[in-house]
């Protein structure tokens, strides 16, 4: 998805028309599927609480991740967003108020120093863009504490298009105010799609059928092949190259996240 973004950008497009079609034209595909499947949409307080999961926290965390792909590469946006698992395993023991197991504070710590390893000296512009990154990590750790807490049982599909329409909502209303450019060549638009289909549908309909059959921590388990794909697709399509220190930094932080993912299992997030 990062790498497809920067084929998009290239057109002169911005995250707010991305965003705006990425959601939009997943949550109508998600709710063809969820009627398919026979699976109901949320009503009442839950639904409620799902648009805002996607209207606030999802949305959030999609601005901060898609500017960040703006200001620094693909590769990098990939494994600074991998931050992530520590944070909630930080998010999830200050609200439960018991600490955290001693194995997992050294993941946590390994996660830490891999990060910086992965940041390296910044300058410039290139500042912000890891300062997005990072709080996409943030985001979306919060987002996952929240969502396991408020996410109805079943009607998966269901469930992720209300997030998915939430989000679409708020960053169709954006496009709309700021005259958000559209692509504007048949390579862009087939990018965007792909962003919204394979990026978007076939990965959480994907996830969800690992996490039948593999059970939530082997699925994190094999989930951390993400930021290595999006490193190598960059490398291969954009011409992106990372120095030794940052993937020393990004091995740490993917070490760390499979640790954590084998020690328990991870909350019942909606991985949206």
């Known amino acids: 998805m990062p790498v497809l973004t920067k084929v998009v950008y290239d057109d002169g497009v911005g995250p707010f028309g991305v965003l705006s079609v990425r959601f939009s034209l997943a949550a109508v595909v998600l ?24 209207g606030v926290g999802y949305a959030a965390q999609s601005l901060c ?9 693909a590769s990098l ?9 520590p944070l909630v395993v930080l998010l999830a023991a200050v609200l439960a108020r018991r600490r955290p197991r001693a194995v997992a504070l050294g993941c946590v710590a390994v996660a830490t120093v891999g990060t910086a ?15 997005l990154g ?4 943030l985001a979306y750790a919060v987002y996952i504490v929240v969502s396991s807490r408020i996410a109805p049982s079943g009607g998966h599909f269901a469930t992720s298009a209300v997030v998915m329409a939430g989000a679409g909502g708020v ?12 692509p504007g060549s048949a390579r862009a638009w087939s990018a965007l799609v792909a962003v919204a289909l394979v990026g978007t549908v076939v990965a959480v309909t994907a996830f969800f059928a690992a996490l039948e059959r593999l059970g939530p921590g082997d699925t994190a388990v094999v989930s951390t092949a993400e930021p290595v794909v999006s490193v190598s697709v960059a490398a291969a399509v954009l011409g992106e190259r990372l120095g030794a220190v940052q993937v020393a930094g990004g091995a740490l932080v ?9 020690l328990a299992p991870e909350p019942d997030a909606v991985p949206v």
């Open 31 to 54: 709710l063809v599927l969820a009627r398919l499947r026979g699976e109901a949409l949320p009503r009442g307080r839950a639904a409620v609480g799902l648009l805002l999961l996607g």
């Open 65 to 73: 991740y898609f500017s960040a792909l703006e200001r620094i590469s």
């Open 77 to 85: 946006t990939a494994l600074l967003l991998y931050s992530y698992p």
């Open 117 to 131: 390893l992965t940041i390296g000296p910044v300058q410039g512009g290139q500042a912000v863009g890891v300062a």
């Open 134 to 137: 990072l709080a996409a990590a």
């Open 171 to 182: 960053y169709d209303l954006l496009a709309l105010s700021t005259g958000a450019p559209l």
């Open 254 to 262: 993917l070490v760390a996240v499979v640790v954590l993912a084998r």
